[in-house]
């Protein structure tokens, strides 16, 4: 890689009392310090090897990792293939930034849609603010989900215990969670370990993978521990929430709003009957939203 090519891969943003880098490959975001410099987002350890990635066409895994659309089968790995993509710069500002990415030869070799995903990152007071839109470009009706994924360190100061930290949702969120099996989601809900508004949070939560709202009352969640940094997240948009750490033990935690999901267990059907999918209309534009709010 060239000394441009290098200085062109990542750029930061500074607002007040927040800092945030942004990478083209995958419009990621892959560093998030508060105004006393401590980095707070996950910084790509061996245990999971990104930061925040994005989601997109799909949230999850497809039965066999396979998209199944007009008679024809794709294949199409978890998560789908935005994160692994390198994106466009479209801006580049002190406080702001844009990326695109469009449909091409490879995208349509795993998914038969015409798309334009754009993200704006923007600084605001101690707020990172995100927003995806993503408009059909194509002549069919564009199947698609979107999920942020970003990575929290667990805990935010060294010397507290994980189990010190707890999540505190906007509402009570009393409805069943989902939970998956093989990477797919189970068919029937499960109590849901939130207590009122509040999720104590452990390493055992996340022995059977993410937990997964998918009756979502909240708008957001905020992520703290008695003392040092905190982080709310919130989001518009989004329909389901996702919360997950690696379930043999690892210093991060996501939280990651969504629309969409991995597939039912029992769906092998044509990928835009798959459930949880927005339905994007040619020549329409969908934008999601979400913030993460450093304390």
């Known amino acids: 890689m060239s000394s441009r090519d290098e200085a062109s891969a990542s750029h930061t943003l500074r607002g007040d009392g927040i800092a945030a880098t942004v990478t083209a490959q995958g419009a990621e975001l892959c560093s998030l310090k508060n105004a006393a410099g401590i980095e707070l987002l996950w910084q790509a350890g061996p245990q999971w090897p990104r930061h925040a990635p994005v989601l997109f066409p799909i949230v999850g895994r497809l039965n066999d990792d396979e998209l199944h659309q007009s008679g024809k089968t794709y294949a199409m790995t978890q998560h789908g293939f935005a994160r692994d993509r390198l994106f466009q710069w479209v801006e580049r500002g002190p406080a702001s930034c844009r990326l695109v990415l469009a449909d091409d030869a490879e995208t349509r070799t795993h998914y ?119 982080i709310e997240v919130s989001w518009e948009g989004f329909r389901e929430l996702g919360i997950w750490s690696k379930p043999s033990g690892a210093p991060f935690l996501c939280i990651e709003p969504w629309h969409g999901f991995a597939s039912p267990v029992d769906f092998d059907g044509q990928f835009s009957d798959k459930p949880g999918l927005m339905q994007i209309a040619r020549g329409e534009t969908r934008t999601l939203r979400y913030r993460i709010r450093v304390g």
């Open 112 to 230: 038969p849609f015409a798309f334009r995903l754009a993200i704006t990152y923007a600084m605001g007071n101690a707020e990172l603010d995100v927003m995806i839109e993503i408009a059909n470009t194509g002549e069919v009706i564009l199947p698609a989900s979107f999920g942020a994924h970003p990575a929290f360190n667990w805990p935010l100061l060294p010397d507290l215990d994980k189990q010190a930290y707890s999540l505190v949702f906007s509402d009570a969120e009393a409805a069943p969670v989902r939970r998956l099996q093989g990477g797919l989601m189970k068919a029937a809900g499960e109590p849901t370990p939130i207590v009122g508004n509040r999720l104590a949070l452990s390493e055992r939560l996340f022995e059977d993978d993410a937990v997964i709202l998918d009756r979502l009352a909240s708008t957001s969640v905020r992520y703290a521990a008695d003392r040092g940094p905190s």
